[in-house]
């Protein structure tokens, strides 16, 4: 007895069985979650490694071939994408749907610490982001300044950044779009030459004098004190006053063949509100 001829011959028991579905249905309804964000977890990893001042070719030649070669052989890795643009390498890895992925990134994380070994001197850490929609900004805000616009960036991160992130259910908050303070030394390069002083001699220089070097530490009855000497830069005077090296007897200091100003970097994101820059 096939649907329509049970439905004509008991058509009592029909419509039972069709109300029950109903019935059922519209319960089933009421109880399905709903969320404007449902928690997507994409079999993506993304590696983000800033190698600041290299151009697009020394950035593909010196770290993404290298990181790519390294993560290559993660297993279930299904494609491979990489992104080489001025300071900065993007490889983006693919993996097969029901992969583990927090067993993928460990996995990523290992390689990419055995890779560092044969990265140039100056690349950053690489930094390895996972897509969740979790992680989607649920609301912007923005803010100006016109009266001190160089201190807005800090002033965000300091008193409503920090605070807002003490706040239970807030996952992270971010400050972007404003500047960030940065401490200029633009060589001479006249003044460089006639001082006989190489540029990398002033890398060193600054280097060795911007430390905080750890005395150890002391036991006083039963109070220990951990000692350290501080030798940080304090403000662009005390770096102007750095010893560079000796030319004819006489000191040279990083003065005397630079300007250093207290500036900005230059910014990555620009963020306007109202025809106005803010953050």
Not at 68 to 76: K, L, R, T, Y
Not at 219 to 237: C, M, V, Y
Request: hydrophobic fraction near 40%.
């Amino acid at each position: 007895m096939n649907l329509p001829e049970f439905s004509v011959k008991k058509p009592v028991a029909a419509t039972v069985l069709y109300l029950g579905i109903i019935v059922l249905s519209i319960v089933a309804l009421f109880k399905l979650p709903l969320d404007m964000l449902p928690d997507i977890t994409y079999p993506a990893l993304t590696i983000t490694t800033r190698y600041q001042g290299a151009g697009p070719q020394d950035v593909e030649e010196k770290v993404t071939k290298i990181i790519e070669s390294q993560v290559g052989i993660v297993p279930n890795l299904k494609e491979i994408d990489s992104t080489s643009v001025e300071n900065y390498s993007i490889v983006q890895l693919r993996f097969d749907w029901g992969t583990n992925l927090d067993g993928a990134a460990n996995d990523v994380r290992d390689r990419l610490d055995y890779a560092k070994r044969f990265l140039p001197d100056g690349v950053d850490r690489p930094t390895l982001l996972k897509f969740d929609t979790s992680m989607m900004p649920v609301m912007f805000m923005s803010a100006s300044g016109r009266q001190n616009y160089g201190r807005l960036n800090q002033l965000l991160k300091d008193e409503i950044a920090e605070p807002l992130k003490r706040i239970e259910g807030i996952g992270n908050v971010m400050v972007v779009g404003g500047l960030d303070r940065q401490i200029r030394v633009d060589v001479n390069k006249n003044r460089l030459s006639a001082y006989g002083v190489g540029l990398t001699q002033v890398v060193q220089a600054l280097a060795a004098h911007n430390l905080m070097v750890p005395a150890g530490d002391i036991n006083i009855g039963k109070q220990s004190f951990f000692l350290r000497l501080p030798a940080e830069f304090k403000d662009p005077t005390e770096i102007a006053r750095t010893l560079i090296g000796n030319f004819q007897g006489r000191p040279v200091y990083l003065g005397d063949i630079a300007e250093v100003k207290d500036d900005f970097a230059e910014p990555l994101m620009i963020a306007r509100k109202e025809n106005e820059r803010a953050s």
